[in-house]
């Protein structure tokens, strides 16, 4: 009897291990629920300090400007954002793991100095593809978001032999912060099927790569068991109609403890898309929003953000070597002899004073937070 009952305990012990090792499950509807419950309403930006025209040129050590990250995540503080969507690549990891994971660290302290949870970004498939380590090139003239760079890169992308490194850094990175309170939670893959920078010709293969890595993306880091929701946004199509999304979206919908989506559409269309989400009866995000020329405002849809408590993520804070305050069609006429009627992204000039007073008021107004204009 007692052989029999060791061998009933040590199997059960084995298949908590197993268990263990798989990480956790995706949440429960009700999981994601309780937990917005206990945030506060999100609104912040995807930053990226002035100084630094891509994800790597913001972390290298070489580049890495604590000070410009502390004074320009206090003007988000000052005017009420509470969070900021933050972008990695997976090459900091295979450079220098632990000099990353410091240097993300002192970001992280930065930000909660401010009171600011960012969300992390751990791949993105978005504008140039062939990222490399090192000195980056100066902003092109005239061009929007002229260095910004895939994680990870084409090459790396298509290599089956890479996919062990990718999965380290995604394991590496989320294992470190795992139950870090200063996180507010993993956007695993940007974009994942956007063509970025790839020809035409390139874009099946690649996504049919991709459709391959989210979920063990997703997989890889439910493994280190993170206290924070994972997600990845939905950006274009059809949501509401299972036999109308693409593959890329349902594994997306799938696979997101809470449901994010980028708009820059018009108002109207802004709150057509939370309605497409909502059935699913979780937490929306919307990660990517505001650009001005297209219809996309502080003014046409923060509010509707807080009427349906959605999480509202702007892109750019303060205008710098990204050159998003050009608008997208400078990638076919560059704004070198003229500039553009409008901005289209950022929201403070880089003396510090905002684009236009009225937005910082606004997001003032609507958040109950910040600091008064001086």
Same mark, same amino acid.
């Given at each position: ?19 263990? *090792? ?37 972390? @290298? ?29 997976? &090459?900091?990891?295979? &450079? ?53 760079? @895939? ?13 062990? !490194?990718? !999965? ?26 956007? @063509?970025? *920078? ?29 206290? &924070? ?120 000039? &880089? ?13 003032? @107004? ?9």
């Amino acid at each position: 009897m007692k052989l029999k009952f060791a061998l009933v305990l040590s199997l059960a012990m084995l298949e908590t291990v197993a268990v263990l *090792g798989q990480g956790r499950p995706r949440w429960t509807e009700k999981q994601a629920n309780d937990w917005y419950a206990k945030q506060p309403w999100l609104v912040g930006a995807n930053f990226i300090p002035s100084d630094a025209i891509n994800e790597l040129e913001m972390f @290298q050590a070489a580049t890495f400007n604590p000070a410009l990250n502390d004074k320009e995540l206090g003007l988000g503080e000052s005017i009420g954002m509470n969070t900021m969507r933050v972008f990695l690549q997976d &090459q900091l990891w295979q &450079q220098d793991p632990e000099g990353f994971k410091k240097r993300l660290d002192i970001f992280l302290s930065i930000a909660a100095k401010h009171h600011i949870r960012p969300l992390l970004v751990l791949f993105d498939s978005c504008w140039e593809t062939d990222p490399h380590l090192g000195p980056q090139h100066p902003p092109i003239p005239g061009i929007h978001n002229s260095g910004w760079v @895939q994680s990870p890169g084409k090459r790396e992308l298509l290599d089956r032999s890479y996919e062990p !490194k990718l !999965k380290a850094y995604v394991q590496g990175v989320v294992g470190a912060f795992a139950n870090d309170d200063r996180i507010l939670g993993w956007d695993v893959w940007n974009e994942p099927d956007n @063509q970025g *920078g790839d020809v035409e010709a390139d874009v099946p293969a690649k996504v049919k790569r991709v459709d391959e890595l989210l979920p063990k993306a997703f997989a890889w880091a439910r493994e280190e068991n993170p206290s &924070q929701p994972l997600t990845s946004g939905v950006w274009t199509g059809n949501w509401s109609d299972p036999a109308k999304e693409s593959a890329t979206t349902k594994i997306q919908l799938a696979e997101s403890d809470v449901l994010s989506f980028h708009n820059y559409g018009w108002p109207e269309e802004f709150e057509a898309r939370i309605k497409e989400l909502q059935p699913r009866h979780r937490p929306i995000l919307c990660t990517e929003y505001m650009a001005r020329g297209a219809g996309s405002t502080f003014d046409g849809s923060l509010p509707i953000a807080k009427k349906y408590n959605v999480a509202a993520i702007n892109w750019g804070l303060v205008a710098g070597k990204t050159q998003t305050y050009l608008p997208w069609d400078s990638w076919k006429r560059p704004y070198v002899l003229i500039q553009p009627t409008v901005w289209f992204h950022e929201v403070f000039r &880089q003396d510090d004073t905002p684009y236009r007073q009225h937005e910082v008021d606004l997001i003032r @107004q609507l958040t109950g937070r910040g600091t008064p204009a001086k």
